[in-house]
């Protein structure tokens, strides 16, 4: 496939604009149906949807323009956007497994990633062993004779463990398997997954990729074969295409993705810089982190590490997390990521108070942050740190 650079990518890439009156912005194509000229090209059509716009729950002409920008992104042949990051994950990995067969996963991926694999897979007869990713060396210790798929998500989005993409891969093709990897958390800008030899890459387009809280999308990338495989099974029949008006959305989106990444990039990086050195912290968890065990992997396969970081603040005091929580002014209470706002997430909002995974994660924040002055948002964590006692006197 021809190489395109990432401005001509994501401003030019896929846009036939001698096709509709040489208007600048594509049109948004907001029609489910297509006719055809005569019978004869009905039928040639009808026979061959894969590679012809008939349908919207096959092709649409502005969902078509995203696909060639996010196949290019992560330089696959080929790509599909659905309705959501699950329906994308879903449907990849269901196209590579029936019953009998076996998927050796990274512990704890996404939580309807885990849905998936854990409950709804085991009713068709699929079954998979969830490995600590951190050593290459467990996905080969948990393959069996049904083995047909690794499934990665490096790094994860809350402690950030990585997997070797490149050993993986290894393993995978001298075992005929075939890999998956969630690259939600890097964006195709800091990590390409296709180059380390995965098979097939996924990601959750509400986060980055769209990147404006506005929608919810996902993308699956790969082969010319393995697209066209998902496309006429899982992708027509479960029906979870993204809308032509979403679709049209997110190019927009992805035309500031390089200047969104790099100021999302470099502010984390100082915030990052500042919390680390704050006596009220314990523990910051982020890839670049000086202290990660796995920084040398993250210098090898991730070129950036967008907005995401962890802080363990030091106290385990319950009420004491949750007051700096509801202090922060600058931070929305949210869940999701990947918009120009910055958020923040109690590990504990996702569990029963005074559970036994409550008191585990009592003291551990997510951030994310977004486009905003980075300056104004360490100062909101400084300020909030103090309304709890935990007072920077350096
Ligand atoms: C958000 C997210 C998903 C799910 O994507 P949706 O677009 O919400 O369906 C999958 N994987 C990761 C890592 C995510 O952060």
Not at 171 to 194: E, M, V, W
Not at 300 to 322: I, N, Y
Request: hydrophobic fraction near 40%; charge should be negative; include cysteine.
């Amino acid at each position: 496939m021809k190489k395109h650079d990432l401005s001509e990518i994501l401003n030019h890439l896929g846009e036939e604009r001698e096709r509709y009156f040489w208007s600048v912005a594509p049109p948004v194509m907001q029609s489910s149906n297509f006719s055809f000229p005569d019978v004869a090209t009905m039928r040639t059509q009808l026979l061959d949807e894969f590679n012809y716009q008939l349908y919207t729950r096959g092709n649409n002409p502005t969902t078509d323009i995203l696909r060639k920008k996010i196949a290019a992104l992560e330089e696959t042949e080929d790509a599909l956007v659905l309705s959501s990051g699950s329906a994308a994950i879903a449907s990849a990995i269901m196209a590579n497994v029936q019953t009998g067969d076996h998927i050796v996963s990274v512990q704890d991926p996404y939580a309807w990633t885990k849905k998936l694999l854990n409950d709804i897979l085991p009713r068709f007869g699929v079954k998979t062993t969830y490995v600590d990713g951190t050593d290459h060396q467990n996905f080969e210790k948990a393959l069996t004779p049904d083995t047909k798929v690794i499934y990665l998500e490096t790094p994860n989005s809350f402690t950030f463990e990585l997997q070797d993409l490149d050993k993986i891969a290894t393993l995978a093709r001298t075992h005929n398997l075939i890999t998956i990897a969630d690259n939600s958390y890097c964006s195709p800008l800091f990590q390409k997954p296709h180059r380390f030899g995965i098979d097939i890459v996924v990601h959750s387009a509400t986060k980055y990729l769209a990147g404006h809280s506005d929608l919810v999308a996902g993308v699956i990338c790969a082969s010319s074969d393995m697209i066209k495989k998902i496309f006429t099974n899982e992708f027509m029949t479960l029906g979870a295409k993204l809308s032509p008006q979403d679709s049209w959305l997110m190019i927009r989106g992805l035309r500031t993705l390089e200047i969104r990444m790099e100021r999302i990039d470099k502010s984390s990086r100082r915030i990052v810089d500042y919390v680390s050195q704050h006596p009220g912290i314990e523990k910051v968890y982020y890839p670049f982190h000086p202290e990660n065990p796995q920084i040398e992997l993250a210098n090898r396969q991730m070129t950036g590490a967008g907005g995401l970081f962890t802080l363990a603040l030091k106290t385990s005091d319950v009420e004491k997390v949750e007051e700096f929580c509801n202090s922060l002014k600058r931070f929305l209470l949210a869940v999701s990521w990947g918009g120009y706002e910055s958020l923040v997430f109690p590990a504990t909002a996702g569990t029963e108070k005074d559970s036994e995974q409550n008191n585990a994660l009592v003291n551990f924040i997510r951030f994310y942050i977004g486009l905003e002055d980075p300056e104004l948002l360490m100062e909101d964590i400084g300020q909030a740190l103090e309304k709890i006692g935990l007072n920077d006197d350096r």
